[in-house]
C-alpha cells in the first residue's frame, strides 16, 4: 500500500522542474488487429502476461481491435492485480465500446481502490451509455512522450521502462487528451488533426530506501515538465511523490524488492497527475 502527495511549481529559469502533463481521455494508439490469430495472442498475454507492461499492451491492442472476442478477457482483467492494468483494461472496454461491458465497469467501481482506476472505470461507463458525447471523451489535446530518465542510479533502463509504463497508463485515465504511440509522428499527427501537441518529459529523482521496526519504506519521488509544440515552449512543472510499505521479511528477495520500488514509483507518477488539468489548462492558453 502506497501513500502518496504532491505539489504543483512554476518553471524557474535555469532550472529543470519537472511537469507533468497528461491528461487524456482514453483513445488508445494501438496497432489495430485484424486476425484470429492477434487475438488469441493479445488474450494469452492479457491473461498470464509475467510483466505488467505486456499485459497494458495486450489490453490496448484488444480495445482497438474493436472485436467481440476481446470483450471477455478485457472483464477479467479488471482483477488484475497491477492498478495499471486495470486502468488499460476499462479504458480498452471504453474504447471497444460493446455496452454489454457496462455491469462489469458497474460493479468494480464500487469496490476499486485506486482512484485512477475509479476515475477510468467511470469515463468508460460514461461514454459506453454515451454521456458527454463529444465533449469529456473527445481528445483535446494530443501528448506524446518525451525524455524519461532515471536519475537514481538504481535498476538503470528497467527503471525507465516501469517509469515510461506508469506515465503512459496514468495519463490515459484523464479527460481530454490522447496520448500517442512512440512510434507515432506527433507533428503530422497534430497537424493532420488540426490538435494541439505536448511533448512529456520527465525524471525520477528519489527511490529510496528506509525501515522502521518489522516494515520497509520505499520513498518515490518523479518531476515532468512539458513543451507546447512546435515551438518547444516550456511551461508549469509537477511534482509527486509516495511511498510504498512492506514488511522487512521481502528484504532477502530483490524480485520482492523491485516489485515494492515499483509500486511507490507508480504511486508518484498517479500523484503528479492529479495536477495535470490545471498545469495542461495553463500550457494550453
Do not use: C
Not at 529559469?13 to 496497432?31: M, N
Not at 492477434?38 to 507492461?53: P, Q, V
Not at 483494461?89 to 455496452?99: D, S
Not at 458527454?132 to 473527445?138: F, R, V
Request: proline fraction near 4%; glycine fraction near 8%; hydrophobic fraction near 45%.
Amino acid at each position: 500500500m502506497y501513500r502518496s502527495h504532491r505539489r504543483n511549481t512554476l518553471w524557474g529559469i535555469g532550472r529543470f522542474t519537472a511537469s507533468l502533463i497528461t491528461a487524456l481521455a482514453v483513445t488508445v494508439s494501438s496497432v489495430p488487429v485484424s486476425t484470429a490469430d492477434d487475438l488469441t495472442s493479445l488474450t494469452r498475454d492479457l491473461g498470464g502476461g509475467a510483466d505488467f507492461r505486456l499485459r497494458v499492451g495486450a489490453a490496448l491492442a484488444l480495445g482497438k481491435s474493436h472485436s467481440r472476442a476481446a470483450l471477455a478477457p478485457l472483464i477479467a482483467a479488471l482483477d488484475d492485480p497491477s492498478p495499471a492494468v486495470r486502468v488499460a483494461a476499462a479504458a480498452a472496454l471504453g474504447v471497444l465500446g460493446l455496452k454489454e461491458a457496462t455491469p462489469a465497469l458497474t460493479a468494480h467501481l464500487s469496490g476499486e481502490t485506486s482512484p485512477s482506476v475509479r476515475s477510468q472505470l467511470r469515463a468508460a461507463i460514461d461514454k459506453l451509455q454515451g454521456a458527454h458525447e463529444g465533449d469529456e471523451n473527445a481528445a483535446r489535446v494530443l501528448v506524446k512522450l518525451g525524455q524519461l530518465k532515471n536519475l537514481t542510479g538504481v535498476r538503470g533502463l528497467q527503471l525507465i521502462e516501469v517509469f515510461r509504463g506508469a506515465t503512459r497508463t496514468h495519463a490515459s485515465a484523464l479527460p481530454g487528451v490522447e496520448v500517442l504511440a512512440d512510434a507515432t509522428e506527433g507533428k503530422h499527427e497534430s497537424e493532420a488533426r488540426k490538435l494541439p501537441l505536448l511533448v512529456l518529459d520527465g525524471v525520477v529523482n528519489q527511490l529510496a530506501q528506509g525501515s522502521s521496526g518489522t516494515q520497509v519504506t520505499i520513498s518515490a519521488q518523479v518531476e515532468f515538465v512539458f513543451r507546447k509544440m512546435p515551438e518547444h515552449a516550456l511551461t508549469g512543472s509537477i511534482t509527486g511523490a509516495a511511498r510504498a510499505h512492506e514488511s522487512s521479511r521481502i528484504l532477502v528477495d530483490q524480485t520482492l524488492v523491485a516489485q515494492l520500488e515499483n509500486q511507490a514509483l507508480q504511486g508518484a507518477v498517479e500523484s503528479a497527475m492529479r495536477g495535470a488539468p490545471e498545469v495542461m489548462q495553463h500550457a494550453l492558453r
